[in-house]
């Protein structure tokens, strides 16, 4: 099983950008999907993350201008980035808790990760 995210990019403050996140082949289930990111010289931090009930949760520094949504049908996690700021700029991961079969452990996955750059 494979994470692919695509979408990253360099836009100006304000601007905006949608991430995605597609699990390579069909599974049992997946849980709970989100999206991480790094700065450097930073640890990596929760950006936001979806059950599969579609709860979702946000880190502060991006609640009113993200949103994560999920298609269930296309196993595919997104990150909608609206008004970003230079200090959005870092690389973006997507992560995903999965059971590939049915008796199969839930396992933790991580994308390739996707940068994201937002300067003038």
């Known amino acids: 099983v494979q994470l692919q995210a695509s979408g990253g990019g360099l836009v100006q403050p304000g601007g905006s950008l949608r991430l995605s996140c597609s699990v390579s082949r069909s599974v049992f289930s997946i849980n709970y999907m989100g999206w991480y990111r790094q700065a450097p010289g930073k640890q990596r931090e929760p950006v936001a993350t979806i059950s599969d009930d579609s709860s979702t949760n946000y880190a502060d520094s991006v609640k009113g201008r993200f949103t994560i949504s999920r298609d269930n049908a296309k196993n595919t996690v997104y990150l909608q980035m609206n008004s970003l700021k230079p200090e959005d700029t870092a690389v973006y991961y997507c992560?995903?808790?999965?059971?590939?079969?049915?008796?199969?452990?839930?396992?933790?996955?991580w994308g390739q990760g996707t940068q994201v750059t937002v300067s003038s």
């Open positions: 992560n995903a808790d999965i059971q590939i079969f049915r008796r199969s452990p839930r396992t933790d996955y």
